[in-house]
């Protein structure tokens, strides 16, 4: 349940607020009541239990996904500085491999054509918390 709710509150951080909420603790207390364990369905994604002890998580929201990979990815330095900030045409064939090694050119123009949803302004979200 700790690792569900750590991963929701990270998507709950990227969603701002998108997404409908659904109770996690009630859904999975009246799964475990009627014995369902696959495709449960939660806030952000699916889950599905086995017997082995393992969870599966299927996302339901690829862009919101996606925004989550691009917002780690940039804070582990995997992808160059200018990421989202230059035109793929202008990038050094450097940043272009990069890009094309992690999601293609096409990707990474339509990511440029929705900045305001793939990029936070974190310094903003940080002076809220003050």
């Not at 009630?26 to 014995?35: D, I």
């Not at 090694?101 to 003050?130: A, R």
Request: proline fraction near 2%; glycine fraction near 6%; charge should be neutral.
């Amino acid at each position: 349940m700790d690792k569900l709710k750590d991963i929701k509150k990270v998507f709950n951080y990227l969603d701002d607020g998108k997404t409908e909420e659904i109770d996690m603790q009630q859904t999975l207390k009246m799964a475990e009541h009627y014995g369902e364990t696959r495709k449960i369905e939660l806030k952000y994604f699916y889950v599905t239990f086995y017997k082995k002890g393992t969870c599966h998580i299927e996302f339901k929201n690829m862009e919101l996904l996606k925004k989550f990979n691009l917002f780690g990815s940039q804070r582990k330095g995997w992808l160059p500085p200018s990421y989202g900030k230059a035109e793929y045409k202008d990038m050094t064939p450097e940043e272009k491999a990069v890009i094309n090694d992690f999601e293609g050119e096409s990707s990474y123009n339509n990511v440029m054509k929705n900045k305001s949803y793939y990029f936070m302004n974190t310094e903003e979200l940080l002076k809220l918390s003050s």
